[in-house]
């Protein structure tokens, strides 16, 4: 089994939510490279240079500089990123958020939990939708 680091980024900008996410990922007890990018422009940026790309993308909504549904929008234009999972994590529960950024591409959307409890369930998740897009032909 390959035992190389999940590479993770996470663009999100509250950094209580960053500590959360990379508490509960590296509690997972699975092997993570999580990196954390705080504004959408950065991110891109970020991911334009990234060779090879991430494993998994967990992108915020709500961001400065770009939000997420403009980041998500470009990653899908990119041949590079095509089958690389997007999981939004957010604090809207708007159904329209959710068919948006389904509809521009994501892979899964998940409301961002208020305890570490629900962080950590939300991480076993995230390495399913990883084994998931990695089995896909």
């Avoid at 490279?33 to 991430?54: F, K, S």
């Amino acid at each position: 089994m390959d035992q190389r680091p999940l590479r993770i980024l996470l663009v999100e900008d509250n950094p209580a939510d960053v500590l959360l996410t990379r508490m509960s990922v590296e509690e997972s007890g699975a092997v993570h490279d999580l990196q954390a990018i705080a504004d959408g422009e950065a991110a891109l940026i970020y991911l334009r240079a990234a060779n090879p790309p991430p494993d998994l993308i967990l992108l915020d909504l709500r961001l400065p500089k770009r939000d997420g549904f403009a980041v998500l929008e470009l990653l899908r234009e990119l041949p590079k990123f095509s089958k690389v999972p997007v999981a939004i994590l957010s604090c809207s529960q708007a159904q329209e958020d959710r068919e948006r950024a389904l509809s521009l591409g994501a892979n899964a959307y998940f409301e961002k939990p208020n305890s570490l409890a629900g962080y950590k369930k939300l991480a076993r998740r995230f390495e399913m939708l990883c084994q998931a897009s990695s089995a896909a032909p």
